[in-house]
């Protein structure tokens, strides 16, 4: 008894909606509600396709999806879907990368489907007659359906617990921890801002590199470029390319048109390079890279600010104050709870 409290209260399903086809996108919510109803389990929805007649904001990117939740669970998910064909489920029993994956190298995940336990994903499918047949015995079979895909709870408990720890160097944790301390400061967050060109909007902007963190306060904007780690800690390559691309930051956005004339040089007053941590073992030699460098800030989740930056050489008074007096061009990317 106590053993299906616990189920109970940590399956979840998880929509990566929506499907390319409306019908059976709303077949998917009718189901995920039914269940909900029926059986209790909850469901949380994350935008992955901006299909024109859905109309909702995109949350997250394909190969973020992938990255976070599926690939940690390739085994699981493929050792889930031999067990539902030994149920009589006709799916196929393939990895995660050999589901969602395409023979050009492209991610996949809309419209798809994942069972979860905590954040751990059981089972998943972007397959249209799988999901549905899943949902369909889900909501005839609830709880006993489930307790077959998990039959040692503590196990998938120890693995969620090992994959928290993985996720807190991850480059979407960072960027999300560091956006939600910039918000409780005052500050107006933006991120993962790319541009407006396709938005008739005054002024039009594109930025190369995508700006990962937009921090506006008063008349000042910061700019943030984000780096996870692969391991433990940021290998020496990541933080190489990090730098480099903050460094681009300092004359960002790249194109700039108000009223019809191009505008150079940056917005930032100040840019700085964001890491979960720094390697142990090199930790004295990049700070002085960032000291005697200068123009770009370092700053950490585990110890905070370590080098502050100069002034930007490059910064454009006008295309600041520009972008200060529109600043609602960059409303669509505005830090959302649950969109970072």
Known sequence: MILVMVLELVFKL????????PKVHRRIVELLEAIKARHGIPW???VVYPAEWYGKRLMMRAEEVYEEYLKPSTNLIKTSSEILRSLGFDVIPETAARKFGSRRGLIRVAGTVALAFGDVVVWASPFEKEVL????????????????????????MRKRHRLDRAA???????????????????YDVFVNVRHNMLAGEDPAYMFTPDADIIAIKGSRIVGIEVKGARGEEPSLDQIYVGLGEAIFYLINPIHFVYRGAKLDGGIFDEVYLLLPKLPRDLESRIVRIFRDLRIVGLTTLEQGLIVEPEPNPYLNEEKKRVLLRNARVLERYRLRYGFV
């Open 14 to 21: 998880m929509y990566f909606s929506p499907a390319y086809d």
């Open 44 to 46: 949380e929805e994350i």
């Open 133 to 156: 047949q899943f949902l369909k015995k889900l909501y005839e079979e609830g709880q006993s359906l489930l307790n077959k895909l998990v039959p040692d709870p503590l196990e998938l």
């Open 168 to 186: 807190s160097v991850r480059e979407r944790h960072v960027l999300r921890e560091a956006a939600l301390e910039l918000d409780s400061r005052g």
